[in-house]
């Protein structure tokens, strides 16, 4: 299966932001591309990027961690206020 993930829109916010450290968070379906998505997102930034591998459940179920940036792939952005590091929401 396919999946167009908009990886250098995810590039390009990692660069802009200056993120040191990426949390990477996918639905249960596209977990098996995670590591690939971190490969791709490694060899193009300086970023240290981390998958999480528990369940996501929509954009407001994010874990609370220390990271510069989070990309939740297949979810819209929140339409409210979230207390999160800056975030990107590539479709997928």
Not at 11 to 32: R, S, W
Request: aromatic share 8%; with cysteine; glycine share 6%.
């Amino acid at each position: 299966m396919e999946y167009e993930l908009e990886l250098e829109k995810a590039v390009e916010a990692i660069k802009k932001e200056n993120a040191k450290t990426v949390l990477v968070q996918v639905p249960d379906g596209l977990k098996p591309e995670a590591t690939k998505i971190v490969s791709y997102l490694e060899k193009k930034t300086d970023a240290i990027i981390l998958i999480w591998a528990d369940s996501c459940f929509g954009a407001c179920d994010y874990p609370v961690l220390k990271v510069d940036l989070l990309i939740q792939f297949g979810h819209s952005p929140p339409n409210v206020a979230m207390p999160k590091p800056g975030g990107l929401y590539p479709e997928g």
